[in-house]
């Protein structure tokens, strides 16, 4: 893959809003010590976090309203 964009990425997740939160998860637990889902050699962490949801390695999960019966 020679170049990484938000659509490649969006085919994966519902949409940007929720792509944001998801790259910037993945980049603090590489950051921490995670290992690299994909062999992308002298790229920075977030272009790395985002060849992974590009390439189906991170799967995005939407969460679910949660309603007060109250």
Known sequence: ??????EDC?????NRYTLVHIVAKRVRQMREG???LVHSP????IVIALREIAAGKIRVEEESEVSDAE
Do not use: F
């Open 1 to 6: 893959m020679a170049r990484v964009t938000v």
């Open 34 to 36: 995670a290992e690299y």
């Open 10 to 14: 969006l085919m994966r997740g519902p």
């Open 42 to 45: 002298k790229n920075e962490d």
